[in-house]
T-cell receptor, first 115, second 111 residues
Framework: DAGVIQSPRHEVTEMGQEVTLRCKPI?????LFWYRQTMMRGLELLIY????????DSGMPEDRFSAKMPNASFSTLKIQPSEPRDSAVYFC?????????????FGDGTRLSIL | DQQVKQNSPSLSVQEGRISILNCDYT??????FLWYKKYPAEGPTFLIS?????DKNEDGRFTVFLNKSAKHLSLHIVPSQPGDSAVYFC??????????FGTGTSLTVIP
């Protein structure tokens, strides 16, 4: 069974450009999470969806960040315009339910570098 | 403000010995605690968890201990193996269904 699939694995772009990160959750999972990993703050939850609906986006750093989940099998995290401080590894994860103790299954991440 | 702290960024242990990874949290409303393991260039994978109603959960070589009065969580790996070398994250879930992760501890098991 395929795990969580993220693309691209690596993204290098110039400051000011739009960046779109993509995620395909595990089939049947109804909760999807976006995280950002940095050395200083570890894994930070940016936003999560239940049944394609955004539930908590309090972790989204600012208006330059937006996330969508148009259907149960696809989500995007967009940064526009991008800045060097956005450089990090971004992870997507999915689980059966967010409101439970079900462990989350993570993708392998997108390493984003903004020059 | 960090809700979950892993104060040791790295740990080295000899193969066969015990590895103890620690995690402190700030909010007594957290009611579920998890450990994840992460290899380079991969996403974290779930390792073991414990509910706040318990103080110990064991799964093979891995045991998680919870000390609610001290707001402290630990993961014991015994015996440690070279394949256990990875970054370990603790994570907590509060009654408001919010997840928080620590900054991670990099474990190196020396053969």
């Amino acid at each position: 069974d395929a795990g969580v699939i993220q693309s691209p694995r690596h993204e290098v772009t110039e400051m000011g450009q739009e960046v779109t990160l993509r995620c395909k959750p595990i089939s049947g999972h109804n909760s999807l999470f976006w995280y950002r990993q940095t050395m200083m703050r570890g894994l930070e939850l940016l936003i999560y969806f239940n049944n394609n609906v955004p539930i908590d986006d309090s972790g989204m750093p600012e208006d330059r960040f937006s996330a969508k989940m148009p259907n149960a099998s696809f989500s995007t995290l967009k940064i526009q315009p991008s800045e060097p401080r956005d450089s990090a590894v971004y992870f997507c994860a999915s689980s059966w339910f967010a409101h439970s103790n079900q462990p989350q299954h993570f993708g392998d991440g997108t390493r984003l570098s903004i020059l | 403000d960090q809700q979950v702290k892993q104060n040791s960024p790295s740990l080295s242990v000899q193969e066969g010995r015990i590895s103890i990874l620690n995690c402190d949290y700030t909010n007594s409303m957290f009611d579920y605690f998890l450990w994840y393991k992460k290899y380079p260039a991969e996403g974290p994978t779930f390792l073991i968890s414990i509910s706040s109603i318990k103080d110990k959960n064991e799964d093979g070589r891995f045991t998680v201990f919870l000390n609610k009065s001290a707001k402290h969580l630990s993961l014991h790996i015994v015996p440690s193996q070279p394949g256990d070398s990875a970054v370990y994250f603790c994570a907590v879930l509060n009654t408001g269904n919010q997840f928080y992760f620590g900054t991670g501890t990099s474990l190196t098991v020396i053969p």
